[in-house]
């Protein structure tokens, strides 16, 4: 089953089950949260200046306008913000594998692949809640900028190196079962 197949199948079974959905929302809170957080560390650990700088705190800007679109969702469900982070099934051993700032470029480039990926595949659901399907298509253009500038920013020598440890935070979310299933 292809990557695509299984995001859609995980999604068809998650917005039917009310509690796992609202939890699926409350993580997808603290993922934007956690991206602003992740992107402001990497300009503070580079001490980034000029294009790179502004680069970085666009992606920034956005990701916090994602946390404040997500917020509002929650609250128009009724829902309460997460007070509890969830663990970085993805990140941490995506992050182990950074020495070098185009590194952490691959790394969150291949971060925002994946949420595109599966923000496309929200997007175009018939199940898809409409307030859901609404904050996702104002979120995935940012995900797919995001995406082609960190692509850039890293270069193709990092984003081979990075994929190996993308690979395990995929495995960790139980998307692939081989290295050859990304």
């Known amino acids: 089953m ?4 299984k995001t859609a199948a995980w999604w068809s079974l998650l917005v ?6 609202e939890q699926w929302l409350q993580r997808l809170y603290l993922a ?5 957080e992740r992107f402001q560390a990497i300009v503070d650990r580079w001490n980034l200046a000029g294009d790179q700088l502004a680069t970085f705190n666009g992606i920034i800007m956005d990701e916090l306008r994602h946390q404040d679109l997500v917020a509002g969702l929650l609250a128009a469900r009724g829902v309460d913000l997460p007070t509890e982070p969830t663990p ?19 790394a969150g480039a291949r971060g925002e692949m994946l949420a595109r ?8 659901h018939p199940e898809t809640p409409e307030d859901v399907r609404a904050i996702v298509a104002q979120i995935l253009p940012d995900e797919e900028r995001h995406a082609r500038l960190l692509g850039e920013l890293a270069g193709t020598g990092a984003m081979l190196r990075m994929r190996p440890f993308h690979q395990k935070g995929m495995r960790a979310l139980g998307l692939i079962e081989t290295e050859d299933d990304d």
């Open 16 to 21: 039917r089950f009310i509690p796992r959905f």
């Open 2 to 5: 292809s990557l695509h197949e």
């Open 88 to 106: 970085e099934r993805y990140w941490d051993p995506v992050w182990a594998g950074v020495t070098t700032f185009e590194e952490a470029c691959a």
């Open 32 to 36: 934007e949260k956690g991206g602003a």
């Open 117 to 124: 990926n599966r923000f496309r595949v929200i997007l175009n």
